[in-house]
């Protein structure tokens, strides 16, 4: 059974630090990863995508992706009231490129 | 219209009803998405059709029927439906190819319950 665990939090932060999201994935072969964000009552959004191990930055959001241990993160500097969602890591199953396998998600609170 | 709209953005049925859910995607995509979405569960995905083609199948019940006439558009059928069917259903839509090409980009999702 193929899975992604992630906190379900809620992770509380205060404005203007760091939030830290993390995720864990099983299946080795994985090669496509995700960050998307979920507003209360709203659909998903896309935020981040990462391909390669090491870092990615845009904007004041990092994602990092270690596959040797099987794990991807979310950084969000700056945390603003605004960031308070819950975050959804997905992993793509093997090689394809329609199967997504989903965490439950965390819900993070950015408190002013 | 941009990105992928769906109607209606709420539904209530009773379990004898047939109703349909639609989705458009206005993205250019090849692949089209139909997940179901339960408090405090991970997104289910229920369907995938590429280029009109159903390439995923995910066990779920005859009561649910897709339909795809080509691209751009994707329908869920539904009759029959038990209470725990009542959910939110997202579509969903990907490029399907290349790098980036699993990037899927949601609708609004329908609300749906079942009386």
């Known amino acids: 059974q193929k899975e992604v665990e992630q906190n379900s939090g809620p992770l509380s932060v205060p404005e203007g630090a760091i939030a830290s999201l993390n995720c864990t994935y099983s299946?080795?072969?994985?090669?496509?990863f995700f960050w998307y964000r979920q507003y209360s009552g709203k659909s998903p959004e896309l935020i981040m995508s990462?391909?390669s191990n090491g870092d990615k930055e845009d904007g004041r959001f990092t994602a990092q992706l270690n596959k040797a241990s099987q794990y991807v993160s979310l950084l969000i500097r700056d945390s603003q009231p605004s960031d308070s969602a819950t975050y959804l890591c997905?992993?793509?199953?093997?090689?394809?490129?329609?199967?997504?396998?989903w965490g439950a998600g965390t819900k993070l609170i950015i408190k002013p | 219209e941009t990105g992928v709209t769906q109607t209606p953005r709420h539904l209530v049925m009773g379990m004898t009803n047939k109703k349909s859910l639609k989705c458009e995607q206005h993205?250019?995509?090849?692949?089209m998405y139909w997940y179901k979405q339960s408090a405090k569960k991970p997104l289910e995905l229920m369907f995938v059709?590429?280029?009109?083609?159903?390439?995923e199948n995910n066990s779920v019940p005859s009561r649910f029927s897709p339909e795809c006439p080509n691209s751009s558009h994707l329908f869920l059928h539904l009759h029959t439906l038990q209470p725990e069917d009542s959910a939110l259903y997202l579509c969903?839509?990907?490029?399907?190819?290349?790098?980036?090409?699993?990037?899927?980009?949601f609708g609004p999702g329908t609300r749906l319950t079942v009386t």
């Open positions: 969903a839509s990907s490029s399907g190819y290349g790098t980036g090409g699993g990037e899927q980009y």
């Open positions: 299946d080795r072969v994985s090669q496509s």
């Open positions: 997905a992993v793509n199953i093997g090689n394809s490129n329609y199967q997504l396998i």
């Open positions: 993205l250019g995509h090849n692949a």
């Open positions: 059709y590429s280029l009109e083609e159903r390439v």
């Open positions: 990462i391909y």
